[in-house]
Nanobody, 125 residues
Framework: QVQLVESGGGLVQAGGSLRLSCAASGRTLSTYAMGWFRQAPGKEREFVAAINWSGGATYYADSVKGRFTISRDNAKNTVYLQMNSLEPEDTGVYYC??????????????????WGQGTQVTVSS
């Protein structure tokens, strides 16, 4: 089992930045592909960013490309999402997720095995 805990969310003005962290316990994350997803009120959960287990490849939703950066520190068993130039449309609960052993990153929530509880991000205009 992998337990994931997100942190770093909060209230920020448009144009500001936040860095989300996803800390894991139970197992090392070094062999898991990791993803960040978000869910706004009344909307379905959507893909934000993902990184392969090796860290050698990253993927982004078009809406965040150029503004968000996903990274991982396997020594700290933590994955990060640096969010810059935030927009009100980025508001939502952000979740991190872990997928399989030596799996590729995926934009599909159903392909992830473990999920955190989420952290709220609110961007005011």
């Amino acid at each position: 089992q992998v337990q994931l805990v997100e942190s770093g969310g909060g209230l920020v003005q448009a144009g500001g930045s936040l860095r989300l962290s996803c800390a894991a316990s139970g197992r090392t994350l070094s062999t898991y592909a990791m993803g960040w997803f978000r869910q706004a009120p009344g909307k379905e959960r959507e893909f934000v960013a993902a990184i392969n287990w090796s860290g050698g490849a990253t993927y982004y939703a078009d809406s965040v490309k150029g503004r968000f950066t996903i990274s991982r520190d396997n020594a700290k068993n933590t994955v990060y999402l640096q969010m810059n130039s935030l927009e009100p449309e980025d508001t939502g609960v952000y979740y991190c997720a872990a997928r399989g052993h030596y799996s590729r990153a995926s934009p599909y929530p159903g392909e992830y095995d473990y999920w955190g509880q989420g952290t709220q991000v609110t961007v005011s205009s």
